[in-house]
């Protein structure tokens, strides 16, 4: 789908600076106040030892810098995906506004709140003995980081001429695939640790990290 013409050179709206200002002075409470977090959040993407050691020190929704950075992951992702939406004509300009933002919003926290559900599920189902547990932990902590990631790249979408949106979408979209691919890379080398099938891995996989992405590309073919 071609992007759609816009009076204005950007995709920029007066409501967006609300939420920049907003995730900013999150960021630096957090930097202030637990001023170690993001070296420990990067350590526990990349080692699983340290990961271990972090799911044993904190709840997964317990820690107050954990849910400001997931909340902080979640709004960044809905504002690329509202702006995508926007500029490749999935709605037009008149529907666009803080109000299809919000809906934007609302669906993505839903689908991470699904899958931490499912897999709460499937822990209590097959009585598992801690992989979907640390599954779901090494899910939460890359989603803090990609978070991070995704605010310069939220930034730029609203800011950059609309002329130029196309290569930083991609770039989104390969960042979002590099991150699900980490994802399941982690995952299968927690089954094997486990001794567990990685097929229960690679289900979980199809159902709710590849197929959710194939439908949302596919708005835009």
């Known amino acids: 789908m071609e992007p759609i013409l816009r009076e204005t050179p950007t995709l920029f709206e007066p409501w967006m600076s609300i939420v920049f200002m907003i995730s900013l002075a999150a960021l630096a409470y957090i930097r202030l106040v637990y001023p170690r977090r993001f070296g420990l959040l990067a350590k526990t993407a990349f080692r699983l030892q340290i990961l271990r050691q972090v799911m044993r020190e904190e709840l997964l929704f317990s820690h107050r810098s ?62 598992d003995k801690g992989l979907i547990r640390e599954y779901r932990f090494e899910v939460f902590s890359i989603s803090k980081i990609s978070g991070l990631v995704y605010l310069p790249i939220a930034i730029l979408v ?49 159902t709710l990290e590849i197929l959710p992405f194939v439908l949302f590309t596919s708005l835009f073919y």
């Open 158 to 206: 609203v800011t950059q001429n609309v002329g130029s949106l196309n290569g930083i979408f991609i770039f989104a979209v390969v960042l979002f695939l590099i991150s699900a691919i980490w994802r399941t890379v982690q995952g299968l080398i927690m089954s094997f640790s486990y001794s567990v099938s990685p097929v229960y891995i690679i289900l979980y996989l199809c």
């Open 66 to 127: 954990s849910l400001v950075l997931f909340a902080h992951f979640i709004v960044m992702t809905s504002i690329i995906i509202y702006a995508a939406v926007n500029h490749y004509g999935v709605m037009s300009i008149d529907q666009s506004g803080i109000g299809i933002f919000s809906i934007i919003l609302l669906a993505v926290l839903i689908v991470y709140l699904l899958k931490f559900s499912l897999m709460g599920f499937l822990k209590w189902a097959y009585a």
